[in-house]
Structures are given as structure tokens and as C-alpha cells.
């Protein structure tokens, strides 16, 4: 479904189920002008809300970070989810949960108290049918310009925002951002390569990149496979060099990689390493219990 073309959707802003259409929030509002909150996106796949918790309890540790009072439980927030994917009748998407710490006169300083801004709402999406994951993706390298927190899920995407149009501007399906000569992850993902020697390298947690939830299940699924897991940073020339290449994210699920700056990478295909991973993590998927409608 095309989310501009006659647009159905029913969200969750303020506290209101509400077709996205009617719906608005308060030009005061801290999100709007500072991007002061944080959010989520959690997979839909056959009805199936796809490393929910994880998620759940990401956004319970970025709100904490910049200070929000977490509105809801997990399990509320979970019944919300469900509802969304009821009302909306989505079998495969994503779900985004956004939260801001609400609204007040602009000024950057604010008061404590203040009612957070909650807003759920559903994109329909083909997730695991991306045909990348069966020619490979092209992509390319930009400067990561982006804040000192980059652990925080901020909805401060404006260096993101850029990476992604550089992106498109060159016609490729992502942009990995570099500081100096090494890579940090993607504008929307998590980075990984598979040396000549079969160790499968992605940089440790940090600061300097999100803790990606598909990359928590998928080196866990890795770690069962009996793959060498390397966390530590690795440089454009190693990618070049790399035996496969590839990224992950929840609306992705996870992405070979065949040309990076125009240059072939990866062997230019999907490799098994790729492949028993994909192929391990959509098992686990479609063992999940589906939303009851």
C-alpha cells in the first residue's frame, strides 16, 4: 500500500486513536521545534511483532537518557502496538512509536513535569520481501556528522536526513557515514563485513553508534551458528577487501552488500554467510505468536 495515496491509517497521537488525516500536534511542541524526544520502529512480518521487547526496552533507556519519564509500560505499550495493527489490518510494516517531552513556550530551557507527547502510527512495507536481499545492495560513504550520542534514538535526524538524500542523489539504497577513514554505520543501520579469514566484524557499542536491535538478535543468532564475532571498528579499505558485506535494521531486516563508491565489494553477490543468517533470523520470525485480529 502507498501510504500518500488516499491515506486510511489510524494512529495513536495524544492519547486518541485518530486517522493520521485529522490528526495534529501543538506547534509548541518540544519535538517539533528542538527534535526533543526519542522513538522506535518495530517490524510487522505475518503479524507478527518482530523483536518487540528489545525495542520496548531501547526506548525505555533513551528516554531516560535525555530525562523523559517513560509514559507507559512495556506491556502497554505492546497493547497499543497490537491495536495498531489491528485498526490498521497491517500484515507487514513497521510501527513507529515516537515520544517527545511535550509542551511548553520555546525556550531551551523547560520544567520538569511536562506531559510527554506519545504518537503510534503504522507504515505498510513488504519487509522481508526485499528483492536486495537477493541481488545485493549498492552503496555509498559519507562524512558522519552527527552529535556525541549517537546511542540515544533521538528524532534529531537532520545529519541522517542528509546521508540518506546523498544517498538517493547517487541512487544507491544506503549511505555508511566514516569518521576519518573508518566506518561507524549507516544512516539507518548497522554496519558489518566478513574478512578473508571468516571472522565476522561490527563495531562494539558505544556512544558513537546505536545499539541496533537486529544486530542484537543476529549476533546472537551468529553466536548459535558458531561464527567468529569480532566487535571493533573496521576501515573503508577493510570493506573493500571484505569477503561479504552487509547491513541490518529493522525495516531491512538485514541487506548484502555489492558496491561501495562504485567499486564492487563482497564478491558482488550475497554470501553464505549472509545467507544462513537472513535465512535463521525469518525461522525465528515465523515461530512468533501473530497479533490476534
Known amino acids: 500500500m502507498d501510504n500518500t495515496a488516499a491515506d486510511t ?30 522513538y522506535e520502529v518495530t517490524a510487522v512480518i505475518e503479524g507478527r511483532l518482530v523483536d518487540d521487547a528489545a525495542h520496548l526496552a531501547r526506548l525505555e533507556r533513551s528516554l531516560k537518557e535525555i530525562g523523559i519519564v517513560n509514559p507507559h509500560t512495556a506491556s502497554q505499550w505492546t497493547r497499543l502496538e497490537e491495536e495498531i495493527v489491528r485498526r490498521n489490518k497491517l500484515t507487514n510494516g513497521l510501527i513507529y512509536l515516537q515520544v517527545t517531552r511535550g509542551v511548553a513556550e520555546r525556550a531551551f530551557k523547560y520544567k520538569d513535569g511536562l506531559v510527554p507527547t506519545v504518537v503510534v502510527f503504522p507504515q505498510f512495507s513488504p519487509v522481508q520481501y526485499n528483492p536486495l536481499t537477493k541481488t545485493g545492495a549498492r552503496i555509498i560513504t559519507v562524512p558522519d ?5 549517537c546511542d540515544i534514538k533521538s528524532t534529531s535526524l537532520l545529519a541522517q536526513v542528509l546521508a540518506k538524500h546523498a544517498a538517493s542523489q547517487a541512487e544507491v539504497s544506503e549511505a555508511w557515514m566514516m569518521r576519518d577513514d573508518v566506518i561507524t554505520e549507516g544512516a539507518s543501520s548497522t554496519a558489518y563485513i566478513v574478512t578473508q579469514h571468516g571472522d565476522l566484524v561490527t563495531r562494539a557499542l558505544s ?33 573493500l577487501d571484505a569477503r561479504e558485506v552487509f547491513y541490518t535494521s529493522a525495516s531491512t531486516i538485514a541487506i548484502p552488500v555489492v558496491e561501495m563508491d562504485g567499486v564492487p565489494v563482497g564478491g558482488t553477490k550475497p554470501g553464505p554467510v ?20
Open 9 to 38: 491509517r489510524i494512529g495513536y497521537i495524544r492519547g486518541e486513536f485518530v486517522p493520521l488525516t485529522k490528526a495534529s500536534i501543538p506547534v509548541m511542541d518540544r519535538g517539533f521545534l528542538f527534535g526533543d524526544g526519542v
Open 145 to 149: 556528522l552527527r552529535w556525541a550520542r
Open 207 to 239: 556512544h558513537e553508534t546505536l545499539p541496533g536491535i537486529t544486530r542484537q538478535t543476529l549476533l546472537r543468532i551468529a553466536q548459535d551458528l558458531k561464527l567468529r564475532i569480532v566487535e571493533r571498528p573496521f576501515t573503508r579499505q577493510e570493506v
Open 274 to 293: 549472509f545467507e544462513a543468517l537472513y535465512a535463521t533470523y525469518m525461522q525465528e520470525v515465523m515461530q512468533l505468536t501473530p497479533v490476534a485480529s
